[in-house]
Every structure is written in C-alpha cells, then in structure tokens.
C-alpha cells in the first residue's frame, strides 16, 4: 500500500505543529525528541553537551528509524511513520539551512552566539526523511511504559511526621479562625 496525498499531508503537518516527536531506532527504546520540520523532513540535533542524547537509539546514516507523532493540544498519538534517517556533513549546504532553523527552535541554549560552531564541533544534526509506503498502524494498546531510570525524581516516601505536623497547622487555623469570631 502507498501513501496517499492525505497521509503525506497528516505527516507533515502533525509533525510541524508538534513540538515533541517519539523516535524509535534500531535500538533501545522510544524517546520523545525536539525537532523542527524542514523541507520535507524532521531534522533534530543532539549527542554533544547539553543537547538530547541520540547515541543509544541506534540512529545511523542511512538507516531506519520510526516516527510516532503526539497531538499538540491532547497529547494524545496521532501518526506514526517510518523514516530514512540522514546524518548531515557540518559545514554542508544542508547542514547548513538545517542548522539555522534549530538554532531558533533551541530554547536556553548558554552558548545561543556560537552555538552551531559548537554543534559543528560535538553534536549530530539528523534528518528524518519519511519514507513511501503506508503509515503504521495504530497499536491497540496504550504503549504506556514505566519512565527509565533517573536520579531526577520527585516522589519519595514521606517523612514519617509529617501527618503529625500537617494535623497541627490544621488545628492553629481552625482555632484561629474560632478566635476571630
């Protein structure tokens, strides 16, 4: 099956007004990436000081890789595609035009003046090209996955007294406002 001019345009337009895509490579699992839409494809950069990590995705020049689109408003899966995965040359014509359109999508860059000397230098900048073919079916399950593991977290068990304490402030209020009537 082909795709149709109706799915090249559901691509392509979910995908520019996403601010997040999922991309699945040869290897690892799934990760949600920045990226910018441009000229027919998804370009991305990362693998270099604080930009995203693509090295463990197994995402290499002329491989493959699967795109899954979420909805901006929702969040929600709206398309998911196969991709022909391009690794731009610095310094190119293409890296180039790539580049100038991500440094403006790169929010809090530190080095935002020299930041395609230093992507040139340390990072991958990736184009994405949707491949013919028929989009990929929707799973019927969720896809939901438990998050990998980080020492960035925010829930730990709570400390023992704190009910004790919450239960006092509580009490202060009540009685105060008593008092005041």
Known sequence: M??????????????????????????GAPR?????????????????PDEQPLEDLGLADGGGATVTVRSKDKGG?????????????????????????????RLNAADADHIAERWARDCRVLRLEPMPGALAEHPAGSLAAAPLPSPAITRRPIPAALPKLLARRKKRARDARKDAS
């Open 2 to 27: 082909t795709q149709t001019p109706m799915d090249r345009a559901l691509v392509e337009e979910a995908t520019k007004k996403s601010a997040l895509i999922w991309v699945q490579g040869t290897e």
């Open 32 to 48: 949600a990436l920045w990226h910018i839409w441009h000229e027919g494809a998804v370009c991305l950069v990362g693998d270099g």
């Open 77 to 105: 899966r709206l398309v998911s595609w196969s991709a022909r995965v391009a690794e731009l040359a610095p310094g190119g014509e293409a890296w180039t035009a790539a580049v100038d359109e991500l440094k403006g999508k």
